[in-house]
C-alpha cells in the first residue's frame, strides 16, 4: 500500500471516479433485485439497497450512493441520506434478520443529510435505530467503507461484526474542514486538521477500530478477490451461533 | 398646588443608570428576550415567562430533582493519551466549573422512595461533549442498572461527539447503545429528559432510545447545526426549527415538562412502571 499524507487520503476518498456503490454492487452480487422505500412515507435515492446472490449466497446490500453528475447528485443529495434512507436501510437490515440473509453494507457518504426537512423527520432518531438496532441484528454482517465514511451518518451503516476500509477512504467524526473552521477558524487548515483527526484507514486499523485495510478497486476491475474475501467473512462468521456472533459483535464496540 | 420634588432623569441619566446595574442582578432569557431580575429565575433557574430552563450544572440538577444520590466511577476522565495543549487546558477549566471530571454525572439515587440509576450531562463540561470517558461512563451506569434491575433516568445536554477524541468518541455511540438495548432487553425502563442543548451524536444515540422521553421548554434539539445547515446547503432554517416544541410536533417527544414539575413527573412514570409485586 503506497504511503500517503492523510489530506491525500482525504482526496483519494472523495475522488469523482472512485468506483460507485452501484458498480460494486453490480460486480459482487448476481441476479441484484433493488428495493425500494421505508414504507412509511419515501424513498431515498441517497440509500440503495436490494437483495443479491453472492456466489451462491443470497446477501442483502445497502449502501449510500453518491451521483456520478451534477443531476444525479442532486437526486441521491451528494450521497447524504435522509432519515427516510436510514429508515429504509433498516427495514431492509430487519428483512435480512428475517430471512437469514447476512448483510453487506457500502459506505461512501459525507454524513446524514443536513437539511430543515430531515431534523423535522427525525434525521438523530433515524440514525439512532440504526445503530441500536444494527447491533442486535442475528445475522452476519460486515461494512465496507468505500470513499468517505462521515460521522454518525456512516455509523448508522458501520455497527455490524466486522469494518473494512478501502485504502484510499477515511471514517471521522466530523470533516476536516468543519474541524479545521471549529479549532482554528480557518477552513484552509484542513490538511493540519486530517492529520489530526486519525481518520486514515492506517491509523484506524493502529486503533482497533476497523478490522482491515482492502486495496482499492477502479471502475471496470475484476471484483472477484473481494468477492471470494466478502464470502469468507460471511462463512466464518455463519459458523457461529447466534447468540455468540451478537456477544463478540457488541464485545467489539465495548472495548471502544 | 405643591410642587413635585421629583424631577424626571434625563435619557442619558437613565442609560448610566442602567449601565450602574452590575451585569449578575439583571438577566435576558435567550429564548423569550425577557429581562428580570437575575434573583427571580429562583431556585430551578428558569425564566419567569417562558419556563425556559437555563443551562445548570449537572451537580446542582442532582441535587434538586434526586435524593440520596451516590456517586459512580468519580474518577474516571480524559485518558492520558490525548496530550493536545489545547485540549488539556479545555478539560482543566471544564473540571474546575463543574467540579466533575467528565461531562457526566452518573449515580444511584431515590426519586420519591424509587431507587433509579441517575446520569446527568454537564453543558458547561466542554459543551457536555461526548468523550470516550463520559461513554465509557454511561456504559457502566447502564450495565449497573441492569444488573440490579434500576430503571435509567438521563437528562441529557450536549454538543455532539466530542472531535478531539476522534473516531473513538464516535465508537461511544455505538458502545452505550450496546448497553441500552441490553438493559431495554432485560425489561427495564429507560427515561430520557432532553435539555438545552441535545444535539449531534447524543441525539443520534442514546438521547433517542428511551421508553419515555420528555424534554425541558424551548431546549434546542436536533442533529445536524443550524451553521452546518446553513453552509452546507445554504438553507435558513426557521427561528425555533430545533425546539422541544417543534420536535414534539413532529411526534419525537411524549412530554414537554417544566422544571418545577419534573420531579413529580418522574415519579409518577416510576409509579406507573412498578410492578405488580410492588418492585420498582
Not at chain 1, 451461533?241 to 451478537?246: G, I, K, S, T
Not at chain 2, 447545526?225 to 435558513?236: K, L, N, W
Request: hydrophobic content about 40%.
Amino acid at each position: 500500500m503506497v504511503n500517503k499524507t492523510a489530506y491525500q487520503r482525504v482526496q483519494g476518498a472523495r475522488r469523482k471516479d472512485k468506483i460507485s456503490i452501484a458498480a460494486l454492487i453490480d460486480g459482487l452480487t448476481t441476479d441484484f433485485f433493488e428495493q425500494h422505500g421505508d414504507r412509511l412515507e419515501a424513498d431515498d435515492h441517497a440509500l440503495v439497497g436490494g437483495i443479491g446472490l453472492l456466489k451462491k449466497r443470497p446477501i442483502t446490500v445497502v449502501g449510500i450512493q453518491k451521483g456520478r453528475d451534477t443531476d444525479e447528485n442532486i437526486d441521491r443529495h451528494f450521497g447524504s441520506p435522509t432519515p427516510e434512507g436510514y429508515r429504509k436501510a433498516l427495514r431492509l437490515m430487519k428483512q435480512a434478520e428475517k430471512f437469514r440473509r447476512p448483510i453487506l453494507a457500502l459506505v461512501n457518504t459525507p454524513g446524514a443529510w443536513p437539511d430543515v426537512e430531515s431534523e423535522y423527520h427525525g434525521q438523530g432518531s433515524a440514525v439512532a435505530q440504526c445503530i441500536i438496532q444494527g447491533m442486535q441484528l442475528k445475522v452476519p454482517y460486515i461494512t465496507i467503507i468505500v470513499g468517505e465514511g462521515g460521522s454518525g451518518g456512516a455509523l448508522a451503516l458501520a455497527c455490524g461484526d466486522r469494518v473494512f476500509m478501502f485504502e484510499d477512504s477515511i471514517y471521522s467524526v466530523l470533516s476536516p474542514e468543519g474541524y479545521a473552521s471549529i479549532m482554528w477558524k480557518d477552513s484552509a487548515k484542513v490538511q493540519q486538521a486530517a492529520e489530526e483527526l486519525g481518520l486514515t484507514p492506517e491509523s484506524l486499523l493502529k486503533d482497533g477500530i476497523i478490522n482491515k485495510i482492502i486495496h482499492e478497486y477502479q471502475p471496470g476491475d475484476d471484483l472477484s478477490d473481494l468477492r471470494n474475501f466478502i464470502d469468507d467473512q460471511f462463512t466464518e462468521l455463519s459458523s457461529l451461533p447466534v447468540n455468540e456472533l451478537v456477544d463478540q459483535r457488541q464485545r467489539r464496540f465495548q472495548n471502544f | 398646588m405643591l410642587q413635585s420634588r421629583f424631577k424626571m432623569p434625563s435619557h442619558d441619566e437613565l442609560v448610566k443608570r442602567m449601565d450602574a446595574i452590575p451585569d449578575h442582578v439583571l438577566r435576558e432569557c435567550p429564548i423569550c428576550h425577557y429581562k428580570f431580575l437575575s434573583m427571580r429565575a429562583g431556585r430551578n433557574n428558569t425564566c419567569p415567562k417562558c419556563g425556559y430552563g437555563f443551562r445548570m450544572l449537572a451537580k446542582r440538577r442532582v441535587k434538586t430533582t434526586f435524593d440520596k444520590f451516590t456517586e459512580l466511577d468519580r474518577d474516571l476522565t480524559v485518558p492520558d493519551r490525548y496530550t493536545d495543549e489545547k485540549y488539556r487546558a479545555k478539560i482543566a477549566k471544564a473540571k474546575k466549573v463543574t467540579g466533575i471530571n467528565e461531562s457526566v454525572l452518573t449515580g444511584t439515587a431515590l426519586l420519591d422512595k424509587h431507587a433509579v440509576a441517575v446520569g446527568v450531562m454537564d453543558p458547561f463540561w466542554i459543551m457536555g461533549s461526548l468523550g470516550s470517558a463520559t461513554g465509557e461512563k454511561i456504559t457502566r451506569l447502564f450495565e449497573l442498572a441492569t444488573r440490579k434491575q434500576l430503571p435509567v433516568i438521563m437528562f441529557t445536554a450536549s454538543g455532539g461527539a466530542r472531535m478531539q477524541e476522534g473516531l473513538n468518541s464516535l465508537m461511544q455511540m455505538a458502545k452505550v447503545s450496546s448497553a441500552v438495548a441490553a438493559h431495554s432487553k432485560a425489561g427495564l425502563l429507560y427515561i430520557v429528559v432532553l435539555c438545552d442543548p441535545t444535539t449531534g451524536g447524543v441525539t443520534a444515540s442514546f438521547a433517542m432510545d428511551g421508553d419515555i422521553t420528555l424534554a425541558e421548554p424551548h431546549a434546542l434539539i436536533g442533529f445536524a447545526g443550524r451553521r452546518v445547515i446553513e453552509q452546507t446547503i445554504m438553507q435558513r432554517p426557521p427561528k425555533d426549527f430545533q425546539s422541544a416544541e417543534t420536535v414534539m410536533k413532529h411526534g419525537f417527544i411524549d412530554q414537554i415538562v417544566n422544571r418545577a414539575d419534573m420531579k413529580e413527573t418522574l415519579a409518577k412514570l416510576l409509579l406507573l412502571h412498578t410492578r405488580e409485586n410492588g418492585n420498582g
